[in-house]
């Protein structure tokens, strides 16, 4: 018999490239992990893994066997989802995680809405740019993230996603710059500008570089901040211009913000969960919440 919590291990490594990795994802020392990882190799009479000193890596039959993982953690979480189904009516706790602006215009608004349409959910949110790595880690139960058109996109199976709102991003600009008389700017004639971004792995940083470079220049950035406001407060102080997704811009003087006239970036926002837990009742609730809150505020 093949240990299934073994098979969360090999899946975990799969994802994660090493021992010490997959045991931070799982909360478990390296040396469980290895032990986790010899056990199950035992259990199939195969060789999951090269190793070399430090190093290891799947063989073709470990490759083999994180497929077959995949299915069978899906199916658990399948098997737990339709036991919760069963016992309809039972409170319990959902955990997302979203971005800072999904949080403020589509999260808070689920959660109040919850309190009077389904009481017994308790909602627990993580401010987080990436979340889906959580939400395949087992450390949430719904990821509230986006999906970039300069990004090639995520297909990974383990994932149910449910679209909630697109978006595009806008110019920022100083008082006084020379495109503030114009209705809409065109991206290459920002090309001149110093630039106001996101600080790098951020994936709106991503946008910008390619948006850019896709006109025919890379961006001279000057100034950094992952929080937009920040990102607006520098720009209206001079510090450069600036590209923010359009729910982002709230409360920022709308003579300074302008669309981009031809293709503008658009980021793309999706809930996502892991496959087999998309008819949990608790997260069917949540979902719901948030979709209504999208047609109320988006």
Known sequence: MIDPRRLRVLRALADHGTVTAAGQALHLT????????????SEVGQDLLHRKGRRVWLTAAGELLVEHATAVIAELDRAEARLAAYAAGETGRVRVAAFASAITQVVAPAIVALRASAPGVSVVVHDAERSLPMLLDGEIDIAVTVEYWASAGDDDQRVVRTPLYAEPFDAVLPPGHRLTDQNEVNLSDLASDDWVAPLPGNPCRDVLVVACEGVGFTPRITHT???????????????????????????????????????????????AVRRGREDHPLILAVQSALRKAVTQSC
């Open 30 to 41: 390296p040396s469980a992990v290895s032990q986790q990882l010899v056990a199950l190799e």
């Open 225 to 271: 901040s992952d929080d937009f406001r920040a990102e607006a407060a520098l720009v209206a102080a001079g510090g450069g211009v600036a590209l923010i997704p359009r729910t982002a811009l709230t409360g920022v003087e709308p003579a300074r913000v302008r669309p981009i006239a031809v293709d503008p970036p658009t980021r793309r926002v999706f809930a």
